[in-house]
């Protein structure tokens, strides 16, 4: 029963995002060679709001083999720690920028929470916020929030813009 509920509240979320970001071109636009503001809400919702259906579909048939707490204790917990640190790196992104929060919640996750070792939580640490940058701000020309680093990118506007 929980799964359906569950299922039905994402499908309803989806919609709301689905029709929030249609307000923006969902498109390619051709002005500026890249996604419309909207492209990415818009189909990222479309995507979560199919796979909220196929559990729903999925709970519907009765092909489930879930029985029991929907959280155990031990689960709670880590759900509540992540969702804590998601809330604090959201909070940190127009303060720090999302190069200094993204980076900062990877390390808790993957070396305080998941205790993996120092040469995966480093190359992934650095690798990302590079990734990101390229992919976002010089591919799709989506500029990500800087906050107090915003001047230490100035040099990199100047090379790819």
């Given at each position: 029963?929980?799964?359906?509920?569950?299922?039905?509240?994402?499908?309803?979320?989806?919609?709301?995002?689905?029709?929030?970001?249609?307000?923006?071109?969902?498109?390619?636009?051709?002005?500026?060679?890249?996604?419309?503001?909207?492209?990415?809400?818009?189909?990222?919702?479309?995507?979560?709001?199919?796979?909220?259906?196929?559990?729903?579909?999925?709970?519907?048939?009765?092909?489930?083999?879930?029985?029991?707490?929907?959280?155990?204790?031990?689960?709670?917990?880590?759900?509540?720690?992540?969702?804590?640190?998601?809330?604090?790196?959201?909070?940190?992104?127009?303060?720090?920028?999302?190069?200094?929060?993204?980076?900062?919640?990877?390390?808790?996750?993957?070396?305080?929470f998941g205790k993996h070792s120092w040469t995966l939580t480093g190359a992934l640490c650095i690798c990302t916020?590079?990734?990101?940058?390229?992919?976002?701000?010089?591919?799709?020309?989506?500029?990500?929030?800087?906050?107090?680093?915003?001047?230490?990118?100035?040099?990199?506007?100047?090379?790819?813009?």
């Open positions: 029963m929980a799964d359906r509920v569950i299922a039905g509240a994402i499908m309803a979320l989806s919609l709301y995002f689905m029709w929030h970001a249609s307000e923006l071109s969902i498109g390619w636009n051709g002005m500026t060679g890249g996604p419309g503001g909207g492209a990415f809400p818009f189909w990222l919702s479309a995507i979560m709001f199919v796979c909220a259906g196929g559990i729903l579909m999925r709970s519907l048939r009765g092909k489930t083999n879930y029985s029991g707490n929907f959280f155990d204790p031990e689960t709670l917990s880590w759900v509540v720690s992540v969702a804590i640190a998601l809330a604090v790196t959201i909070a940190l992104m127009p303060i720090a920028g999302s190069y200094i929060a993204l980076p900062l919640f990877m390390f808790w996750y993957l070396k305080i916020p590079v990734f990101l940058f390229f992919f976002f701000e010089v591919t799709l020309k989506i500029l990500l929030p800087k906050g107090l680093t915003e001047p230490l990118f100035f040099p990199l506007y100047a090379m790819f813009f």
